[in-house]
């Protein structure tokens, strides 16, 4: 039996039986378009008997496109309405039995999803994007690729290379992880309701092997967010709060061999590993997580 996917007339019945209100407040725009969810699963490049992970899978748009592909989903839901009809909407367009596993929790909570999955593929809403994104890297190591699809402004700020003005915290932390780049646009038009910011898919790539231990990666996180709480002043004066004084920042950085009058957006990811690297020779640094 060959899988279907939801149409718009179809959307917009399941939303009123389930009494769903999509809210541009929460960043809640479901997909109504089948070539768009299509679009997503080919750029994350699913492959039949692969495992994804679709996180908010709302009424099912997409979780229908990856199935459609021959991947098996873990789809992990908050909404309880959402995530109890999802099972009766896959196996009403003839997705087979044992395809669809729903877990019905906060994706920013979850430490444990069936079968592992390897992909991650979702349409997330652009308050909760960042966390969540770095939240599944960090905890699931087995995920190796994903292509969501988030607010145009975030899908940049993650795709952002050193020395750009949108390069940024989120940036270098999802670079910790592997490659991120921009891999299609999406129209407004294909959302219900139609949002007021643009949406863009944005797709990463794990790294071969662990960058760094647990708590190297929390130091190297708390001089990011550092640098770029402050990001006009040079680094010794950023980094001034968590070493104890800008002379110590300034001796750790030249460590590192990073200028202390370089700014945080000029450093890359490895730039930052390696003063946290070298903040752990210096007794009462204080950085942590």
Not at 19 to 31: I, S
Not at 105 to 129: C, F, I, K, M, Q
Not at 236 to 263: N, Y
């Amino acid at each position: 039996m060959t899988v279907t996917l939801l149409g718009a007339t179809e959307i917009r019945r399941l939303a009123a039986e389930l009494d769903v209100t999509p809210t541009k407040k929460l960043g809640q725009n479901f997909v109504v378009d089948a070539n768009t969810v299509r679009k997503i699963v080919q750029a994350a490049r699913v492959q039949p008997g692969e495992r994804v992970v679709e996180v908010g899978p709302g009424l099912g748009s997409l979780t229908l496109a990856i199935l459609e592909a021959g991947a098996a989903v873990t789809a992990v839901e908050i909404d309880h309405r959402l995530a109890a009809r999802l099972p009766q909407t896959a196996d009403e367009h003839g997705v087979p039995e044992g395809m669809l596993t729903v877990v019905d929790a906060d994706a920013l909570r979850v430490t444990e999803l069936p079968g592992e999955p390897t992909v991650l593929v979702a349409n997330l809403p652009y308050n909760v994007s960042v966390p969540v994104l770095l939240h599944f890297l960090e905890t699931f190591p087995y995920l190796q690729r994903g292509v969501v699809m988030v607010q145009a402004e975030v899908a940049e700020r993650l795709a952002a290379k050193p020395g750009s003005k949108i390069y940024g915290s989120p940036s270098v932390k999802a670079a910790w992880y592997g490659e991120w780049k921009l891999t299609g646009t999406v129209s407004r038009q294909v959302f219900w309701p139609v949002p007021n910011v643009d949406s863009l898919l944005v797709g990463f790539d794990r790294s071969e092997g662990e960058r760094g231990p647990v708590e190297e990666r929390r130091r190297t996180f708390a001089i990011v967010d550092a640098a770029f709480n402050q990001r006009r002043k040079m680094l010794r004066q950023a980094l001034s709060g968590i070493f104890g004084s800008s002379a110590a920042a300034t001796e750790v950085l030249t460590a590192a061999g990073v200028a202390p009058t370089a700014r945080g957006e000029d450093l890359t990811v490895d730039d930052y590993q390696r003063i946290a690297q070298h903040a752990t020779a210096i007794e009462g640094s204080g950085v942590s997580g």
